[in-house]
């Protein structure tokens, strides 16, 4: 009978802490919005022109960013397998930072190569 209960107190827990989590980045995401929709409001009410919410001279490549992020990580994943293979790290461990290494430096790369297209386009 107590093994049942405590399985039932795991069982909670782990659905209490997916519902807190939810609401904790549900509610980020509202204030952040209703924010800079306030801010929006408040420049449009004072005259601002809305055009300033926009760069006209930047061009943004989405399925570039998205592409090379999703090829890091999969460099992560099979890095990270390799590093638990050969070197007996923990899979944890080695799958978890090359992930974030590998998924950071393409969104760096993915940074750098959109900077270089918008100063090419805007020079020609």
Avoid: C
């Avoid at 408040?42 to 601002?48: D, R, S, T, Y």
């Avoid at 960013?65 to 390799?82: P, S």
């Avoid at 080695?94 to 297209?117: D, H, K, P, Q, T």
């Amino acid at each position: 009978m107590g093994n049942i209960r405590n399985l039932t107190i795991l069982a909670m827990n782990g659905v209490l802490v997916s519902i807190t989590a939810f609401i904790g980045i549900f509610g980020i995401v509202y204030v952040f919005l209703m924010t800079r929709h306030r801010e929006r409001i408040a420049l449009i009410e004072k005259g601002a022109d809305a055009s300033i919410f926009t760069d006209k001279n930047s061009v943004y490549y989405p399925t570039l960013k998205f592409g090379m992020l999703f090829v890091g990580i999969a460099l992560g994943i099979l890095t990270g397998n390799w590093l638990d293979q050969t070197y007996d790290f923990s899979k944890g461990v080695a799958y978890l930072a090359m992930v974030f290494l590998f998924g950071g430096v393409s969104l760096i790369a993915n940074f750098l190569i959109e900077r270089y297209l918008n100063k090419s386009q805007s020079a020609s």
